[in-house]
């Protein structure tokens, strides 16, 4: 699928999906969101691809969050519409069955911190800036931040960060944890790709479950998630690719994952 809102481009076994609005920062307004969400719909169940890596137009912004022209108009009912449609859309990215790489290439504000943080690993260029200003505005996060930043920083700098509405620099964030790698934007690019090109080659079905039990297992008591952890180790038993994985190394070669 290309529209001209969300750009795809595939590189091998890697997909990668740009969202064309640089004239607003990649601001999302609603049929952005669809267009987005209709793009991960379409590459969960696209086989060839076993790595998304996910951007923004241009050199200046990932995703300046949702499109502010849009807010102001909003009333309760629509406005809950807009934060369901923005759940469903970092569900998909987060639950998608493959690693997701957000290529955070400049601001990643609002729902674009929201997004960068749906996504599987982040990897930031050194002048990026990334955070939740809904408070500046009078309004809260609505694609899932006040969830998913204390998540991967922690309580006392998610609270921080959202009444404050001030985003940190990218290498902040990766001292906080709130992203994986900093790299030079010119460099960017490539550091994605490598990311999910070496994520790409492993074998697809042991990836879903390591990504599936950690979604899942956070947010289960440790009973649960580890019952969890069982259950998804047995079933990585039934492919091909476990079998491959062991035998390779007993017999000292490099595996060849076929994805069976
Ligand atoms: N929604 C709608 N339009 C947006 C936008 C958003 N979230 N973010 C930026 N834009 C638009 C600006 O209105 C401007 O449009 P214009 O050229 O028609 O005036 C254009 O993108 C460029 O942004 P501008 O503000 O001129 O760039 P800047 O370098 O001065 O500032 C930001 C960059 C990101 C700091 C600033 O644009 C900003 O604060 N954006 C809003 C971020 C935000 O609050 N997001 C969360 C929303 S819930």
Request: net charge neutral; proline share 3%; glycine share 10%.
């Amino acid at each position: 699928m290309n529209d001209d809102r969300i750009l795809i481009e595939r590189t091998g076994a890697v997909a990668t999906v740009t969202v064309n609005r640089p004239k607003v920062l990649n601001a999302l307004n609603a049929e952005t969101v669809a267009a987005l969400t209709a793009a991960f719909v379409d590459l969960r169940t696209d086989d060839e691809v076993r790595a998304v890596v996910l951007t923004g137009a241009g050199d200046r912004a990932f995703i300046a969050g949702a499109d502010i022209g849009e807010l102001a108009r909003l009333t309760p009912l629509t406005a809950r519409a807009l934060t369901e449609a923005g759940h469903r859309m970092c569900d998909l990215i987060e639950g998608l069955g493959k690693p997701v790489i957000a290529a955070v290439n400049g601001y990643a504000l609002g729902g674009g911190c929201e997004v960068a943080m749906a996504c599987t690993c982040r990897v930031a260029a050194r002048t990026a800036r990334i955070g939740l200003p809904e408070i500046t505005l009078g309004i809260i996060p609505g694609y899932g931040g006040t969830q998913r930043l204390p998540r991967l920083v922690g309580r006392g700098r998610a609270l921080e960060m959202m009444l404050t509405g001030a985003p940190v620099t990218a290498e902040e964030a990766w001292r906080i944890g709130l992203v994986n790698r900093v790299v030079e934007p010119d460099a960017l690019a490539a550091e994605a790709l490598g990311l999910a090109s070496a994520i790409a080659a492993q074998a697809p079905e042991a990836v879903r479950r390591i990504i599936h039990v950690v979604s899942h297992g956070l947010d289960a008591s440790m009973n649960d998630a580890t019952a969890l952890e069982a259950t998804a180790f047995g079933l990585v038993w039934a492919t091909e690719d476990a079998r491959e994985g062991t035998t390779a190394f007993l017999e000292k070669r490099k595996a060849r994952f076929t994805g069976r």
